[in-house]
């Protein structure tokens, strides 16, 4: 696929980002799992709303390379969508579409749309990406950008999350879904390094914002039991510990909101799980 600004054909894993850390442009929060089915892009959804109400300038990228699904979840037709700017027969202002409600009109963000079933999506080059990446924090109207990874731990998925600010790790406490995402924070760890190595500049450290979410717990303390067993793995093994970004206690009204294909603040603002993300939003606001 041919990129719109001209990229080389590839690009080295430890692309300098350093400017964009030190305060010019929008902050990149990136949000992973290894395993699909954890609620990842829903949290994305959910979180982008919940940030917009506390009067965040919210762009949501749907970064599932290949198999997007924002869309999808929300009941949109989008005229124009990722590839159409990769191919150049677009720019990113064309193709991105607000999303707004009539009961929360405060709460509305912004969509870049992916492209679903194209297998040339899912293989992009890494200098594409990084360029890609570029252009979407200097677009100047915004403060945040969420972009829903796709699940597993594919080349364009680790190089988007250690291209971010900060990075959640959607898990829950199936142990398939434990042991995917303690994969996808050994990689991630791995990946900083390089970066840092490589030319950026930075300690390890300075890049290592990275924040685990256990989603649909039976309870708070049972999410926290949870949290501890993977966060002693890290120190463990990996010599960091993430902090925790939130616990999401299991709530059917979630999956309601999803089969309506609405959000779960604009149909169930009350719910636990609004509650509890709004938390995590509180966090990353800060």
Partial sequence: MTAMLQLPASAPMHG???????????????????????????????LAQSLAARGRNV?????????ANVDIQLGLTPRHDLAAVLSGRRGLSDVIIRHATQELPAAAFDILPGRSGASSMATLEIGVLAQLLRAIRQLGSYDTVLLDLGAGID????????????????STDEPTALADAYAVLKLQARDRQAR??????????????VRLVINQSSSLASGRRTYDVLARACGTFLGQTPSLAGIIRRDGR???????????????PNAPAA???ARIAANLAC
Avoid: C, Y
């Fill in 16 to 46: 300098d980002d350093t400017a964009f850390r030190n305060g010019h442009g929008a902050r990149l929060v990136a949000v992973a799992s290894g395993k699909g089915g954890v609620g990842k892009t829903w949290l994305s959804i959910t």
């Fill in 254 to 268: 979630v999956g309601d909101a999803i089969r309506r294909q609405t959000t779960l603040l604009t149909r169930h």
């Fill in 155 to 170: 080349p364009t998925m680790r190089f988007m999350a250690a291209s971010a600010d900060t990075l959640l790790v959607v």
């Fill in 275 to 277: 509650e509890d993300v």
């Fill in 196 to 209: 840092s190595e490589g030319g950026s500049g930075l300690p390890v450290e300075a890049l290592a914002d």
């Fill in 59 to 67: 762009l949501l990228v749907d970064g599932d390379l290949g198999l």
